[in-house]
C-alpha cells in the first residue's frame, strides 16, 4: 500500500473550496444577507462544517487512517451541515430555486417525510456494506459521488423538519418527533452492527498505517460504528427535544393548530 500523507498536514481541495464560494455566493446574491443574524450564522456555520470535514487533517484521517475519522466526516455531513443549512437559509433564497415546475413537482415528492426518509436511509445503509464501502475508498471518484449522495439527501432528509418554505411544508411538530424517532433506528442497526463485529469489515483500513498506538483496525472499526450508533442517535434525540420545546411553547400560548406557523419559516404576515 502506498504511505499516504502526514494526516495532520492542512490540505486544502480546490473542488470543495469552490464549491463552498458558488453556495456562499449565490446565498449573498439571492438576498440572503437580509436574514435575521442568527440564521445567516447558521449559514456560515454550515459552510465551515463542510470546510472542516472535507479538508485538512479530518478528512486526511478519513480517506487514508482511520474508519472512526471517516464516520465522524459522515455525521458532520448528514447530521449537521443539512439543518445549519436549512435553519440558515430563509424563504426569499429558496423560491427562485422553486420558480420552475420542472423542480417543484419532483420538489413535492421528495420532500415528502416517508420518500424523504427513504432516500436519505438506504444510501446510508448500503454504502456501509463492505463491498461498496471498500469500492468508495479505493475509487476516489466513486468517493466523491457518495459524499455528494450522503449531502444531498440528507438534505431532503431534513427538509420535513426544517423547510424554509411553507410551499413544501413542515410536517406537524408531534410527526416531526416520531418521523426522527425512525429515523434514528435504521443508523442505530447500522452501528450496533459495525460495533459489534468481531472481524475488520474494511480491508483498507486494516492495511492503513496506524495513526496511535493501541488503536488496531478492530479497535478503531468499534469506535466508528459507536459514533454512529450512539453519537447519531443522540443528535437525533436532540433534535427531538428542541422540536418537544418548540410544540410545548405553542401549546402554553394555546394555539391549536396542528401546522408549523409562519413565523417557523421567518415568512411571519405582515
Not at 56 to 61: D, K, W
Not at 111 to 124: L, Y
Request: one cysteine or more; a positive charge; glycine letters at 6%.
Amino acid at each position: 500500500m502506498i504511505v499516504p500523507p502526514p494526516w495532520n498536514r492542512w490540505d486544502l481541495h480546490p473542488s470543495v473550496v469552490i464549491g463552498l464560494v458558488l453556495l456562499g455566493g449565490l446565498y449573498v446574491f439571492l438576498g440572503g444577507l437580509r436574514a435575521e443574524r442568527r440564521r445567516v450564522t447558521a449559514f456560515g456555520a454550515a459552510l465551515l462544517v463542510i470546510f472542516v470535514a472535507l479538508n485538512g487533517p479530518l478528512h486526511n484521517l478519513s480517506d487514508a487512517y482511520l474508519f472512526s475519522a471517516h464516520m465522524a466526516q459522515h455525521l458532520l455531513l448528514t447530521l449537521l451541515f443539512p439543518p445549519l443549512l436549512l435553519y440558515g437559509t430563509p424563504a426569499w433564497v429558496v423560491r427562485p430555486l422553486l420558480a420552475s415546475r420542472w423542480v417543484t413537482a419532483p420538489a413535492r415528492i421528495l420532500t415528502r417525510p416517508v420518500i424523504a426518509a427513504a432516500t436519505f436511509t438506504a444510501p446510508i445503509v448500503l454504502w456501509h456494506v463492505p463491498l461498496f464501502y471498500e469500492a468508495a475508498l479505493r475509487n476516489h471518484t466513486l468517493h466523491i459521488l457518495q459524499h455528494l449522495v450522503f449531502l444531498a439527501t440528507a438534505v431532503l432528509m431534513w427538509w420535513p423538519i426544517l423547510s424554509p418554505v411553507p410551499e413544501l411544508p413542515r410536517i406537524a411538530y408531534p410527526c416531526q418527533m416520531l418521523y426522527l424517532f425512525l429515523l434514528g433506528l435504521p443508523m442505530s442497526i447500522t452501528g450496533a452492527l459495525i460495533t459489534l463485529s468481531d472481524a475488520v469489515l474494511y480491508p483498507f483500513y486494516a492495511e492503513a498505517p496506524r495513526v496511535w498506538k493501541g488503536v488496531d483496525a478492530l479497535s478503531d472499526q468499534q469506535i466508528g460504528g459507536l459514533l454512529m450508533w450512539v453519537v447519531g442517535g443522540l443528535a437525533l434525540w436532540g433534535a427531538m427535544t428542541v422540536v418537544w420545546f418548540r410544540w410545548s411553547v405553542r401549546e402554553q400560548r394555546g394555539d391549536a393548530e396542528q401546522a408549523v406557523p409562519l413565523d417557523a419559516y421567518a415568512v411571519a404576515p405582515r
